[in-house]
């Protein structure tokens, strides 16, 4: 196996294993009375990421790993770890509002609104750009710019109230 075949067998594991811990979290959520805003662009969000790791793993398991975008790509997991963490149970690949919660304002989030998001920015174009596939990260880059633009669109109308709850 090449190290660019095991890269992506481990990004993909933690992916696979997000997607676990979001199911799992969600149905904890709803259980306490959380309910899904905006579900309509989530199949846009699994598509594009499926894809993306799809074009990884067609185009790159035989490519040289470049060891300084692979620094960089670490340090992006281990703000996502940090992101996860905070979150805690709360953390879903969906838009899931608790009523009544206070919104996360430690962690990562004391600096910006969207950590993971940023996170996942980062990931998608550093990850090809580290298996020499720039042209894969410009163009999913540029198709996550787009779902990103719904998603944060959506996230922010159902986050108001617990904002001005909160301000």
């Known amino acids: 196996m090449t190290a660019a075949a095991l890269l992506l067998a481990l990004v993909t594991a933690e992916r696979l294993g997000e ?3 979001a ?3 969600t149905a ?5 009375g959380a309910v899904e805003v905006a579900p309509g662009h989530y199949p846009l969000i699994v598509a594009l990421h499926a894809a993306w790791l799809g074009a990884l793993w067609l185009w790159a398991p035989g490519n040289p790993v470049h060891p300084g975008w692979l620094a960089v790509f670490l340090i992006l997991q281990l703000a996502r770890v940090w992101t996860l963490a905070t979150l805690g149970p709360r953390w879903t690949t969906r838009i899931i ?3 009544g919660a206070p919104l996360v304002a430690r962690g990562p989030y004391r ?3 969207h950590p993971n998001y940023m996170v996942v920015v980062g990931e998608i174009a550093v990850l090809p750009v580290c298996l020499g596939l720039p ?3 410009l163009v999913f880059t540029l198709l996550n710019a787009a779902v990103l633009t719904i998603r944060i669109r959506a996230e922010a ?3 108001r109230p617990a904002r001005h709850a909160a301000g």
């Open 19 to 21: 997607l676990w811990l």
């Open 23 to 25: 199911r799992r979290n």
């Open 28 to 32: 904890a959520l709803r259980a306490q």
């Open 97 to 99: 509002v608790l009523p």
């Open 111 to 113: 600096f910006v609104s």
């Open 135 to 137: 042209w894969v990260a």
């Open 157 to 159: 109308a159902a986050l």
